[in-house]
């Protein structure tokens, strides 16, 4: 299967010269999105996973499945004041200003090998954040993974050190 097939190019969105790609065609067919799914867990199979952590929002929609394929828990990254326990918090910076991601202080337990899963990714800010969340807390990354890399926006530079994959490369 293609999963290119899947991606809705939307030109100018959400600004003049920005080519959006949209996942939610491949969400919405249970085969596409069953074997995006499934092609992710095969390849870290190898892996010792315990947890699987996915940014707000689209992270939820990878990871949460991926989690449950895996046999393991699913801890959610949010942005400030969304999330109900004691937190632990980082900043990043973003094109237009900065930003604030939070994770449960007792969603990574020390020692946890955690993989992070998201639908895209573009330069890294966001993965690099969560990455310093989940290390704070003790947990050992084991891998990036994503549906879709944008390879001229050099994400991969910023995650140097850390195993990545995507399954779609634009």
Do not use: W
């Not at 996973?49 to 940014?55: E, F, I, N, T």
């Not at 991601?101 to 992070?116: T, Y």
């Not at 993974?145 to 990545?164: N, S, W």
Request: with cysteine; proline share 5%.
């Amino acid at each position: 299967m293609n999963l290119k097939d899947y991606i809705a190019i939307i030109p100018d969105f959400p600004a003049k010269g920005i080519s959006f790609k949209d996942i939610t065609p491949l969400l919405g067919d249970k085969e596409a999105f069953r074997y995006a799914i499934d092609l992710m867990a095969q390849k870290i199979e190898n892996k010792e996973v315990d947890v699987v952590v996915g940014p707000e929002a689209r992270g939820f929609v990878i990871g949460g499945p991926l989690a449950y394929k895996l046999g393991c828990g699913f801890v959610p990254v949010r942005k400030k004041g969304k999330l109900p326990r004691e937190t632990i918090s980082a900043s990043y910076e973003l094109e237009y200003g900065k930003d604030v991601l939070e994770i449960h202080r007792d969603g990574i337990k020390p020692g946890q090998k955690v993989f992070i899963a998201d639908d895209l990714l573009a330069t890294g800010g966001t993965i690099k954040t969560t990455i310093e969340l989940v290390e704070r807390l003790g947990g050992q990354i084991v891998g990036l993974g994503f549906i879709i890399e944008l390879v001229d926006l050099e994400g991969r530079k910023t995650l140097e050190g850390y195993e990545v994959f995507s399954l779609i490369s634009y």
